[in-house]
């Protein structure tokens, strides 16, 4: 039997402020342990939640970048249920009247475009982070009451792939917006993923199995081609689908059962008491939707009108917002858009990640001034690579450098030619050679010919005159 795949994804986004949803205390990562927390946090009696309103505002941002209906009256419900890492014994969440709603993001896969609808995003507080040892299990509340959206999908992917281009289509968004860090390793994006399986073209829903916490872009999509996998084999065998919650192993790549769900629970919602509903002024809704920054499709849009890039170079860029950031501030030096794309993807990011520097520390006058000495064969591509990039990324104006170091690249042919009557001279063997068909000899002779200029001779057109003058022979 065929079967047509079910996928919708929750997504948990912390935001990027100074302070938690409903109290003052500091947001943090890596600090010490239940070091950023205070008794609104922790549910103390009488203490008193307020809403953080930088917090609805980076709402407000994701809401109009993804397309969603805003709703102006800010509303906020409990969701009871006791649990350790829920301090007060309920979250403070948005149940009922969510932020956003009826949105939608369009992704991109085998050079098709498809549009995944999201039903809603709400603002919630985040839980406090959980540490499960051999014998006992600690707590640390200091990510308790971060500020949190959580961002729900339709059921409108079918394959593992659309899943992660949904989740980096996401991703991107989000991070260009400014809102989240997106650091999915860091539990600062999480993702939950929906699985089910229903006979071809059928309008029913077979029963779903939710993968919990997923932490990379990459593991949505294994966790989800296994998990179809695991079911089709299921109801192949006359077996029946039990509604669960999974999590996905990174050693077996498969997914583990964590507990069988019997139905949905009652967290006994009702309208939060100590948060009267807020009206926003639609003109501040305005002014926020009318700052907000460039996002990845218009960008994408833009590099291909101004630079003419393809659109792998483009995805490629656009993935690394500081590497886009700084390709366009070379821009604004170099003339060739691919040669300064192929440079900012290759040599720059490789001499980055190998001396553990930073885009920031990058002078990029003298970075875009190196790229058009390349590309008006000023400079050859293996003298700019290995011995310039070094010292313009310490800060060397790749003139001086070039002038200093003697290594111009010569390509006049008068220059050139004389040098190579001269090889071929002192070569007879390597000519003869060439004749009988070995076409290592020109590479040889190549190689002669920019040792005795000393490197600086135009490699191409050094091999362009040499096979003209042994054609003559």
């Not at 342990?33 to 203490?47: F, K, R, S």
């Not at 809704?285 to 994408?300: A, F, H």
């Not at 794309?341 to 875009?368: F, H, P």
Request: charged share 25%.
């Amino acid at each position: 039997m065929e079967y047509d795949v079910v996928i919708g994804i929750e997504i948990h986004c912390e935001l990027k402020t100074v302070s938690k949803m409903f109290s003052g205390a500091p947001t943090s990562f890596g600090q010490k342990a239940n070091t950023c927390v205070n008794e609104i946090d922790l549910g103390h009696p009488g203490a008193m939640p307020c809403v953080n309103k930088e917090a609805v505002k980076k709402a407000i941002q994701i809401c109009t970048a993804l397309h969603l209906e805003i709703d102006p009256l800010i509303k906020f419900d409990r969701k009871n249920y006791y649990y350790a890492d829920l301090p007060k014994g309920f979250q403070i969440t948005q149940q009922f009247h969510p932020i956003g709603k009826n949105g939608y993001i369009m992704i991109k896969t085998d050079d098709q475009e498809k549009k995944i609808r999201i039903n809603r995003i709400h603002m919630e507080e985040d839980t406090a982070k959980q540490f499960h040892l051999t014998n006992v299990s600690l707590l640390d509340y200091n990510r308790a009451g971060t500020p949190l959206v959580e961002i729900v999908s339709e059921p409108d992917m079918q394959n593992g792939k659309e899943a992660a281009a949904y989740v980096e289509a996401l991703r991107q968004t989000l991070y260009y917006l400014g809102v989240s860090d997106c650091k999915m390793e860091e539990g600062s994006m999480r993702c939950d993923v929906n699985v089910s399986l229903k006979p071809k073209g059928s309008n029913v829903f077979g029963t779903k199995n939710e993968i919990k916490n997923l932490n990379s872009i990459a593991n949505v999509q294994k966790a989800i081609d296994f998990e179809v996998a695991r079911q089709k084999n299921i109801l192949e065998n006359g077996g029946t689908i039990e509604q669960a919650t999974r999590r996905f192993d990174e050693n077996t790549k498969e997914t583990v059962l964590m507990r069988k769900k019997e139905g949905n629970v009652d967290y006994k919602f009702f309208p939060e008491p100590n948060i009267f509903p807020i009206r926003i002024d639609e003109n501040w809704i305005k002014q926020i939707q009318s700052e907000l920054p460039e996002l990845p499709e218009v960008r994408k849009n833009r590099y291909q009108k101004e630079y003419g890039l393809n659109d792998y170079d483009i995805s490629v860029l656009i993935a690394n917002k500081e590497l886009a950031d700084a390709y366009e501030k070379v821009m604004k030096v170099a003339v060739n858009a691919k040669m300064a794309c192929n440079w900012m993807l290759g040599e720059v990011s490789a001499y980055i990640n190998k001396n553990n520097t930073s885009l920031q520390d990058i002078n990029y006058e003298y970075l875009g001034t190196l790229i058009n000495m390349v590309d008006k064969k000023e400079l050859s591509n293996s003298q700019a690579k290995d011995v310039v990039l070094p010292l313009v990324m310490q800060n060397q104006d790749p003139v001086k450098v070039v002038n200093e170091k003697g290594l111009k690249q010569v390509s006049d042919s008068s220059s050139i030619l004389p040098i190579i009557l001269e090889v071929l001279s002192e070569q007879p063997q390597s000519v003869a050679d060439y004749k009988a068909g070995k076409d290592r000899a020109i590479k040889f002779m190549v190689g002669q010919v920019m040792k005795k200029s000393k490197g600086q001779a135009n490699p191409q057109l050094v091999n362009q005159l040499l096979l003209e003058e042994l054609a003559k022979l």
